[in-house]
């Protein structure tokens, strides 16, 4: 049983140096250049859930990637950590 109740999980911890490094990455390697030249197949067989040429699929995959780098760039210049839940 969770300390947070009756979760199925436990929170990951992320001090504000790990938060500000994933933000770098992400600064670092913007979605389109990300995916340039990504065989479809070879992500799915590595277990990669995006798949960048169906159109509808990879506008979503963009948009969310672009709001996640936003999200840590945010808490990085606040110098904030976070707690993120993995089931």
């Known amino acids: 049983m969770s300390e947070f109740g009756d979760m199925p999980f436990e929170p990951f911890l992320m001090a504000p ?23 479809p197949g070879e992500m799915a ?13 990879k506008d979503y995959d963009k948009s969310f990637y672009e709001e996640l780098a936003c ?7 606040k110098g904030e950590g976070m707690i993120l839940f993995d089931d």
């Open 45 to 57: 067989a590595a277990g990669v859930a995006l798949v960048p040429d169906r159109g509808r699929r």
């Open 17 to 39: 140096a790990d938060v500000a490094a994933i933000a770098a990455v992400l600064r670092r390697h913007p979605f389109d250049a990300l995916v340039a030249g990504a065989d």
């Open 71 to 77: 999200f840590f760039g945010d808490a990085e210049t």
